[in-house]
């Protein structure tokens, strides 16, 4: 049992189980009844993705320090009750179920699910590989 952190939109991995988008928005031009069908996701959880202008911030980091300040502010974020108390969810469902997250964004390296994995982990979440 494990979550997995992934692309969304990619074809899905074997025993990836339920996919959940940890994205602001949902992906343009797909008819919400096909988000599943189509490896978007398969439950919307906007709660651990970014704010809007976070997100744009991250979006906008040209520089390892315009990079960092993002991480920092995501992860003051993620400080939230509602937040927390879904890391800790996500985290403790990770030793019973097989689950993903991710977000669209195609470099994990610059993409804030590559926090959510540090965080998830900090929690002693099982990360699949």
């Known amino acids: 049992m494990a979550i997995r952190i992934v692309r ?4 899905r991995l074997r025993g990836e189980g339920l996919r959940i988008g940890t994205v602001r928005r949902p992906p343009r031009g ?4 096909q988000f599943a069908e189509q490896n978007w996701y398969d439950v919307w959880f ?5 704010s809007l202008e976070t997100m744009k911030q991250a979006q906008a980091a040209q520089t390892p320090a315009q990079w960092n300040a993002f991480v920092r502010k995501y992860k003051a974020e993620m400080k939230s009750h509602e937040a927390q108390h ?7 469902m990770s030793a019973h ?4 997250v991710g977000c ?4 994990e390296s610059h993409c804030h699910r590559s926090i959510l994995r540090e965080l ?6 099982r990360i699949a590989g």
């Open 8 to 11: 969304l939109g990619t074809p």
């Open 104 to 107: 669209y964004c195609e470099d």
């Open 46 to 50: 906007p709660t651990l993705a970014p």
């Open 30 to 33: 797909v008819p919400k009844s």
């Open 120 to 125: 998830l982990a900090e929690r002693g979440a």
């Open 86 to 92: 879904a890391l800790d969810l996500l985290a403790a």
């Open 97 to 100: 179920s097989d689950f993903s």
